[in-house]
């Protein structure tokens, strides 16, 4: 397909297609984003006080006093 | 480059030495005496290099032989381990330095969204731009690997060795680079999505050349003179391909050599700066030995060197129009400087230093 021999509406209704994905995509990161950023903030905030679940559901643990 | 050099810097996590081997190098470099170790350093080298060496004959055959879906295979394994692997341990050693806790939950989003885009880039369509930051990434990853698990005098060799036979490869008429390349021709093929060279899941796989050419076509048309120019360093690009981490080296070639020569105005600019990754991968390696054991004098020298060495290897090319091997020459400036540096120019400046005396 070649974008210059496409005639104008053709263009236009891919264009809006696209359009729509992109929308689509930002609609999911942010959602992503807040689901993300409210996990996180749990998990750190309250690692320490989980005790054991905590610690499993680390990766990495930090050295030191929370 | 400059990503290269970011990555370096951290380093740091990678240069303790747990003791652990690569199964390549069997040969312990902590021994009693001076020659003890050499001839292990060596030893160990050898290995390497014909593992290596086999490496490329047997894709060389497999090229022949039209097992193509054997070398895809390949290629995306070894892309997926690279990924998905190399990443989760790296991660885990930066987010341990800085004492940062990090649960296995937002990790596996992280992973997981960095290595699926990384395989959609790397084996099917992308921008070419990120294209192009993965696979720096994805040699840096390399590099960082090999600085870890290859013992001190054995990284140094196994530079030297390699530029060596890239030298060799890419100039004799028996290399098995220029086999697959006049395979390549004979058939007239297209280009063939990064193959890969190496048997061993560690090493890399790299599309951004063979992606290269391809966007680069559609360029204008530019001056005959630097079609030339345009040409070899494409070439050489992937020349560096050859072993190891990365490759396409066929795959550009063939590209190149069906294209029409009218084309490389800005991909002669793009490939001067867009470094074969395999290249890039040695190159990183030097730059991160250079930063583990010395300090900022010597690896800023080192990176100069290099740089030096590249363009350098550039202009060689412009002269001869023929396929060179850009790791010699820019490995062997890094290696002199480093040593150079690290053992006459370091002293000097801190008896400067410590005596207070500014020239």
Redesign the interface.
């Known amino acids: 397909m070649n974008l210059e021999r496409l005639p104008n509406e053709e263009k236009l209704s891919l264009c809006r297609k696209y359009y729509l994905d992109v929308k689509r995509s930002a609609l999911g990161l942010l959602l992503w984003t807040a689901v993300?950023t409210t996990?996180?903030t749990i998990?750190?905030h309250f690692?320490a006080e989980w005790g054991e679940v905590g610690d499993y559901?680390?990766?990495?643990?930090?050295?030191?006093i929370p | 480059m400059v990503v290269v050099v970011a990555t370096i810097k951290s380093v740091s996590f990678y240069t303790q030495n747990d003791g652990q081997r690569l199964i390549y190098t069997p040969f312990p470099e902590d021994t009693d005496t001076v020659g003890q170790r050499a001839v292990n350093s060596i030893l160990n080298a050898t290995i390497m290099i014909t593992v290596i060496i086999v490496m490329t004959l047997v894709l060389v055959l497999l090229y022949k032989y039209r097992c193509y879906k054997v070398i895809q295979g390949w290629l995306f394994l070894s892309s997926l381990l690279l990924l998905f692997f190399f990443s989760y341990i790296y991660l885990k050693e930066v987010f341990k330095t800085y004492n940062v806790a990090m649960d296995y939950f937002t990790l596996a989003v992280i992973i997981w969204n960095f290595g699926v885009v990384g395989m959609m880039c790397i084996h099917w369509k992308g921008p070419l731009r990120l294209q192009q930051a993965y696979l720096i990434m994805i040699s840096a990853l390399m590099a960082l690997v090999f600085i870890k698990y290859l013992p001190e005098w054995t990284a140094w060799l196994i530079l030297a060795v390699i530029s060596v036979y890239d030298l060799l490869a890419v100039l004799c008429p028996k290399g098995p680079l220029r086999i697959l390349v006049e395979t390549a021709q004979e058939r007239n093929e297209p280009i063939f999505p990064a193959l890969i060279y190496s048997s061993t899941m560690v090493w890399l796989v790299n599309m951004a050349d063979t992606e290269w050419p391809k966007r680069n076509s559609t360029e204008a048309a530019t001056a005959q003179q630097e079609d030339d120019g345009g040409f070899n360093p494409s070439w050489v690009n992937q020349q560096q391909h050859q072993l190891g981490p990365i490759q396409s080296t066929e795959d550009t070639r063939r590209e190149i050599q069906q294209m029409p020569s009218a084309l490389w105005c800005s991909s002669v600019f793009f490939r001067g700066r867009e470094a074969g990754t395999r290249r890039l991968h040695f190159y990183s390696m030097l730059v991160g030995k250079a930063s583990a054991s010395g300090d900022w004098n010597t690896t800023l020298a080192c990176f100069v060197a290099i740089l030096i060495g590249l363009c350098l290897t550039l202009l060689l090319l412009a002269i001869f129009k023929k396929a060179l091997p850009a790791l010699p020459i820019s490995i062997f400036f890094g290696l002199v400087f480093y040593f150079a540096t690290d053992n006459l120019v370091q002293p000097f400046m801190d008896r400067l230093a410590l005596h207070q005396f500014y020239i």
Do not use: A, E, N, Y
């Not at chain 1, 559901?57 to 030191?64: N, R, Y």
């Open positions: 993300l996990w996180i998990f750190q690692r559901l680390s990766f990495t643990i930090p050295l030191g």
